[in-house]
């Protein structure tokens, strides 16, 4: 999929691997929709206003995602060509806690809801658009990206609902890919190892830290949205052979206890 002059979506696009990719598309010559809850990351799109929209919605609603699209055709016109799902939340919590208690189920929902239903929403309303769009070169009609984690395979203790979620996205790709391919649309999901963004940074122990970059192999540092993470995003969007897949961006990280 051509990036220059197409129009994409980003979730979760005022803040860290979404405000990169979001980025990326824009200097790539792209219109990009920048959905995002909260409303501080407009900031950040100043003077680029001609070819972003920003729309404050929540990924989890139907009738603010509907009105998004609906927004996004008012400006750039009806053909959406891809949607990259970076919106999402860290939740921590341990099945049973250290005071004996169960992992209260609103929090692990809370995970669900927002990771892998939200994501799910944005895809199938925004899917809704694309099959009716009139297709490129080869059939192609768009692109969906999904932001999954390495935390799907190699969840951590604590992260019980976070991987759950993470792990619904990376097995959605397949059945999305199947379900869509008549369409000429492509799905792949990215499972991103550790980046330097406001979510990692909520790691506040030095102690985790520490081991968490022990557990990079090289560069053991942490991931540059900016510069590695945008770059992938774009490139699976280019390439057209890429579908049904999941890609792990890691540094070869493969997390264990802590
Ligand atoms: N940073 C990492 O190391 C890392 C690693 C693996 C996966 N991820 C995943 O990448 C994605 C982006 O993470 P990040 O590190 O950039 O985090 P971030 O907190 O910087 O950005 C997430 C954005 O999603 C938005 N968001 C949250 N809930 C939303 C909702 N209901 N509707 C609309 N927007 C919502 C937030 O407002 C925020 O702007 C997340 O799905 C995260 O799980 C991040």
């Given at each position: 999929?051509?990036?220059?002059?197409?129009?994409?979506?980003?979730?979760?696009?005022?803040?860290?691997?979404?405000?990169?990719?979001a980025?990326?598309?824009?200097?790539?010559?792209?219109?990009?929709?920048?959905i995002?809850?909260?409303n501080?990351?407009?900031?950040?799109f100043?003077?680029?206003?001609?070819?972003?929209?920003?729309?404050t919605?929540?990924?989890?609603?139907?009738?603010?995602?509907?009105?998004?699209?609906?927004?996004?055709?008012?400006?750039?016109?009806?053909?959406i060509?891809g949607v990259?799902?970076?919106?999402?939340?860290?939740?921590?919590?341990?099945?049973?806690?250290?005071?004996?208690?169960?992992?209260d189920?609103?929090?692990?929902?809370?995970?669900?809801?927002?990771?892998?239903i939200?994501?799910?929403?944005?895809?199938?309303?925004?899917?809704?658009q694309?099959?009716?769009?009139k297709?490129?070169?080869?059939?192609?009609?768009?692109?969906?990206?999904?932001?999954?984690?390495?935390?799907?395979?190699?969840?951590?203790?604590?992260?019980?609902?976070?991987?759950?979620?993470?792990g619904g996205?990376a097995?959605?790709?397949?059945?999305?890919?199947?379900d869509?391919?008549?369409f000429?649309?492509?799905?792949?999901?990215?499972a991103?190892?550790?980046?330097?963004?406001?979510?990692s940074?909520?790691?506040?122990?030095?102690?985790v830290?520490?081991?968490l970059?022990?557990?990079?192999?090289?560069?053991?540092?942490?991931?540059?949205?900016?510069g590695?993470?945008?770059?992938?995003?774009?490139?699976?969007?280019?390439n057209?052979y890429m579908n049904?897949v999941?890609?792990?961006?890691?540094?070869?990280?493969?997390?264990?206890?802590?």
């Open positions: 999929m051509k990036i220059k002059g197409n129009t994409f979506i980003v979730t979760g696009g005022g803040s860290g691997l979404g405000l990169s990719a980025q990326e598309l824009l200097r790539l010559g792209a219109n990009v929709v920048v995002d809850l909260k501080d990351g407009k900031s950040f100043k003077g680029q206003e001609k070819n972003v929209l920003f729309v919605a929540d990924i989890t609603s139907e009738k603010e995602i509907v009105k998004a699209i609906q927004q996004t055709i008012e400006k750039f016109g009806e053909n060509r990259v799902n970076c919106g999402g939340v860290m939740v921590i919590g341990k099945i049973v806690g250290s005071d004996g208690k169960p992992l189920l609103d929090t692990f929902k809370f995970g669900i809801n927002v990771n892998l939200g994501t799910f929403n944005v895809c199938r309303l925004v899917a809704a694309m099959i009716k769009q297709p490129l070169e080869e059939g192609e009609r768009g692109v969906m990206v999904n932001i999954s984690s390495i935390a799907y395979q190699d969840g951590q203790a604590g992260q019980i609902s976070y991987a759950a979620s993470k996205v097995s959605m790709t397949l059945p999305m890919t199947r869509l391919a008549k000429g649309i492509r799905v792949v999901a990215i991103p190892g550790i980046f330097g963004t406001p979510m940074l909520t790691v506040k122990s030095e102690r830290r520490q081991k970059l022990s557990q990079i192999e090289y560069p053991a540092r942490l991931g540059k949205s900016d590695e993470f945008n770059k992938l995003v774009a490139h699976l969007i280019e057209t049904g999941v890609v792990r961006i890691d540094a070869g990280a493969k997390l264990g206890k802590l």
